[in-house]
């Protein structure tokens, strides 16, 4: 079921579209945590929405609780397909672990 999403963005235009959530991951801000982002107060979150018209909209965020420090700005962009998906969030781990929630395969196969 489709629903519309308003993804508001500093210094642009809200993104706003008829879509799914396809996928969520963060890190954690948290050393103790098996997702630590190896930045002690701060963390990253990325999404991935698939439009009503099939193309993907990709969403990271940069978010932080260190004293005197807030947000970056969210990134966002629109790809066509999934190869354009890794594209945007390129291959961290933490893209990996979107990658895999979402069912996008991106492994190569070994050369012969």
Known sequence: MFKEFNLPLDD???LVFN???VAR???SPEPRADNFSRHL???MELALYRTAEG???CLEVRCSKRSGERNRLPRA???ATERAVVAFFKQT???KRLYAAAGIVTARPAQK
């Open 12 to 14: 642009a235009p809200n």
């Open 19 to 21: 879509g799914e959530l």
């Open 25 to 27: 991951v963060t890190s």
């Open 41 to 43: 107060g701060r963390w």
């Open 55 to 57: 193309t993907y909209v």
């Open 77 to 79: 962009g629109t790809a």
């Open 93 to 95: 781990s933490l893209a």
